[in-house]
Antibody
C-alpha cells in the first residue's frame, strides 16, 4: 500500500524549533518530489515547501522562507522539515504529500498529518 | 501570492449537479494547465480528485469533472450523493518558485 506517515509534531514555545519527519512506503520514494502542506485550525490548506526527487531543488512559501528547511533521505525513504524561529501563526496540522509524476504539480498521496502548536 | 478565490459554500440536493468556481489570475490559473482539486472530509486528510484541470486519478468517480476558462477553474459534481458532502479546495501552480497556491475552500452541503 502506498502511504506516508508523519511524526514529530508537538507543543513548542514561540521562537523554538521542531523537526517533522515523514516515512514513505509502497512506492519508489526516490522517483517523486515531495511536499509539506499545512492547515491551521479551522482554516484552509496552505502549501509550505517542496523538494525535487533528487533533493537538489527546494522551494518555500514566503511565509516560511528563511525559517524552514526541507530535506530528504532517499536511502531511508524519509522526508523532513526543520522548523526554526516558530511563530504562533505556524500552528497547524502539517501534512506530508507525495507529488504526482513530474510536471503535473498535484499531490496524490497524503499522510494523516501531525499537529504543531506554537504557544507559550 | 494571494490565495485563489472560491465560494465559501455551495449546496445541492441528491441527484443534482453543482459547480464550484475557483478564480485566480493571469499569473496562476491563467498561465498554467496545472489546476488540481481536493476533497477533504471532516477530520481527514485531503484527497486528490482532479489534476491538470480535468484528469481524474484512478478510483475517482466520473461524476467529478474539471474545466478551466481564462483565469477561472471549475469543479462539477454530477449526481450528487450524501457522501460528497465535504470541503473542496482548488490548487494551481503559480510559477517556478511558487509551486502551489490553494483556494480558501468551499463547503459542499448535500441537502
Amino acid at each position: 500500500e502506498v502511504q506516508v506517515l508523519e511524526s514529530g509534531g508537538g507543543l513548542v514555545q514561540p521562537g523554538g524549533s521542531l523537526r517533522l519527519s515523514c516515512a514513505a512506503s509502497g512506492f519508489t520514494f526516490s522517483n517523486y518530489g515531495m511536499s509539506w502542506v499545512r492547515q491551521a485550525p479551522g482554516k484552509g490548506l496552505e502549501w509550505v515547501s517542496v523538494i525535487s526527487y533528487s533533493g537538489h531543488m527546494t522551494y518555500y512559501s514566503d511565509s516560511v522562507k528563511g525559517r524552514f528547511t526541507i530535506s530528504r533521505d532517499n536511502s531511508e525513504n524519509t522526508l523532513s522539515l526543520q522548523m526554526n524561529s516558530l511563530r504562533a501563526e505556524d500552528t497547524a496540522i502539517y501534512y506530508c504529500a507525495k507529488l504526482t509524476p513530474p510536471g503535473t504539480r498535484a499531490f496524490d498521496i497524503w499522510g494523516q498529518g501531525t499537529m504543531v502548536t506554537v504557544s507559550s | 501570492q494571494s490565495a485563489l478565490t472560491q465560494p465559501a459554500s455551495v449546496s445541492g440536493s441528491p441527484g443534482q449537479s453543482i459547480t464550484i468556481s475557483c478564480i485566480g489570475t493571469s499569473s496562476d490559473i491563467g498561465s498554467y494547465n496545472l489546476v488540481s482539486w481536493y476533497q477533504q472530509q471532516p477530520g481527514k486528510a485531503p484527497k486528490l480528485m482532479i489534476y491538470e484541470v480535468n484528469k481524474r486519478p484512478s478510483g475517482v468517480s466520473n461524476r467529478f469533472s474539471g474545466s478551466k476558462s481564462g483565469n477561472t477553474a471549475s469543479l462539477t459534481i454530477s449526481g450528487l450523493q450524501a457522501k460528497d458532502e465535504a470541503d473542496y479546495y482548488c490548487c494551481s501552480s503559480a510559477g517556478s518558485s511558487i509551486f502551489a497556491v490553494f483556494g480558501g475552500g468551499t463547503k459542499l452541503s448535500v441537502l
